[in-house]
């Protein structure tokens, strides 16, 4: 069995370097990134790092007294690769901010409050079918601390194991209809319109039960297929 | 179908995802890996020279006989079973890393090497790269270091300190900036 790695087009990945958000001018390597022929070291890569990693629940909305402020949502997401395989086992760290736009986090001094029941946080292994559910709160925006200021909308981060080295993705998922989508530097960094849209979950018809939640599905693609099918 | 476009870690990547043994590859589960234990370490810099706290680097890396734990490694069913091949750690305050391993045995192929992740706030991709060892051997024939342009080939180098024990540092941007691949 091979794995093919198709480049994704460029206009599907973020530029570098960002007007108005001045870490990516001093972090962004200045030089041309170097193409390299691919080999084993490269297109292997860790299946289990669960086994170093301590997993983090995925019910972050809590109950009760213990129930979280704010709007509870699942969300419902799917880790396929690029042939639309599901990658059954794939590790998925999740963090976010509380319904007011703060995180749990020593880097964020942002005035909004902190919410004692409400943490932000997931590392879930995904089923055989790629699938992992988190029923959490709907993040708050924020503003960005820069001179021109500018306001990140609700965001949901990940961090994505796939099979392969390659494959490791970091991204982040956005709701439809945030009129702050337009203007954020994050997501807009991606030029192609038909892929920022992929970074948009999409909201599920409510059902006529008032106690379910709202429900967001996401689909989160990895790079990779399989050029041939795996021998039983 | 075209992968989900990336987006930067952010400054908000929890300390709760670094466990305190993530960047120990020498043991798992309370089992020594085989092969000769090693200390790879180094800071982190960006444009200028200041240091980066809370930059997350990860690696991946051959055992002790140069064999990655992965069914596409043709010999992984000799792959030590002890050994993950993987590592997370987090900068400090000073901007420094550190990953205690195995020296990995050369790839078929290849020299002696370990690969990196970077990510980080104002990082909008992962950034990724290779080290390779002082004294190798086989760098000069690596097919991968052989694309760095000659005079960039050192700063993927690390420096023998003391016997099993490597300096890497890490400079994102500016003078001596270290190579980074695009895949």
Known sequence: MTVLFDRPPEAARPVREV???????????????????LTLSETTGPLEPARRLRPLGGELAGAGERRAIGQAI???????????????????????????????????????????????????VADADGRIEIRTVKPGAYPVPTRDGWWRPPHVHFSVFGRVWLARLVTQMY?????????????????????????????????????????????????????????P | MIPTPEQTLGPFFLPRFVDADANDLTQLEGRRARGEPIEIHGVVTEEGGAPLENLIVEIWQADAAGIFRHPLD??????????????????????????????????????????????????????????????????????????????????????????????????????????????
């Open chain 1, 175 to 231: 709701f439809p209809g945030e009129p702050l989508n337009a203007q954020d530097r994050i997501l807009n960094a991606v030029a192609d319109p038909e892929a920022r849209e992929r970074l948009i979950a999409r909201l599920v018809p409510p059902t006529g039960d008032p106690y379910d939640e709202l429900v967001y599905e996401h689909r989160i693609v990895v790079r990779g297929r399989e050029a041939t099918p795996p021998q």
């Open chain 1, 19 to 37: 007007a108005g958000y001045p870490q990516t001018w001093r972090r962004t390597p200045r030089a041309p990134l170097v193409r390299r022929p």
């Open chain 2, 74 to 183: 043709p010999r992984h069913r000799e792959a030590d079973p002890d050994f993950l091949g993987w590592g997370r750690a987090a900068t400090d305050r000073e901007g420094r890393y550190l990953f205690r391993t195995i020296r990995p045995g050369a790839p078929a192929g290849r020299a002696p090497h370990i690969n990196l992740m970077l990510m980080y706030s104002g990082l909008m991709r992962i950034l990724k790269t290779a080290l390779f060892f002082e004294d190798g051997p086989g760098n000069d024939a690596d097919p991968v270091l052989r694309c760095v342009p000659p005079e960039r080939r050192g700063l993927l180098v690390a420096r023998r300190e003391a016997p099993g024990r490597y300096r890497f540092d890490i400079r994102l941007r500016g003078e001596g900036e270290t190579p980074f691949f695009d895949d």
């Open chain 1, 74 to 124: 699942r969300l419902r997401l799917r880790i396929v690769d690029q042939g639309g395989v599901p990658v059954a086992g794939a590790l998925v760290e999740m963090w976010q901010a509380n319904a007011a736009g703060r995180y749990v986090h020593p880097n964020d001094d942002d005035h909004a409050p902190l919410d004692p029941n409400f943490y932000g946080a997931a590392r879930l």
